[in-house]
């Protein structure tokens, strides 16, 4: 059975950073892309980035761009993003995905979900 567990959101005030981490069981991460999506109060799961199976390619939102990082350690089966300067419209439920179409942003290429971690940023 393949799991996805996140770890690393918290309360941070707007401006700080935090760090999200994925580590995964069941099956290795090596050779398939991985991702993030959050979903804020009453809106829909959004893209909010990838990286390939390598690690040499990744995607962002525009919204995250130049403020988030997303990484991977395939010998630790772990995906991570870090996120700095962050704003109060950053504050939602983040999610790690595995086994996606790269560059899709797309939730249905999904393969496994995590079960999200809370990230509130305060103005």
């Known amino acids: 059975q393949v799991q996805l567990i996140e770890s690393g959101g918290g309360l941070v005030q707007a401006g700080g950073s935090l760090g999200l981490s994925c580590a995964v069981s069941g099956r290795t991460i090596s050779g398939i892309h991985m991702g993030w999506f959050r979903q804020a109060p009453g809106k829909k799961r959004d893209f909010v980035a990838d990286i390939s199976w390598s690690g040499l390619s990744t995607d962002y939102a525009d919204s995250v761009k130049g403020r988030f990082t997303i990484s991977r350690d395939n010998a630790k089966n772990t995906v991570y993003l870090q996120m700095n300067s962050l704003k109060p419209e950053d504050t939602a439920v983040y999610y790690c995905?595995?086994?996606?179409?790269?560059?899709?942003?797309?939730?249905?290429?999904?393969?496994?979900w995590g079960q999200g971690t809370q990230v509130t940023v305060s103005s």
């Open positions: 995905a595995a086994d996606l179409i790269l560059d899709s942003r797309l939730q249905s290429t999904v393969g496994y």
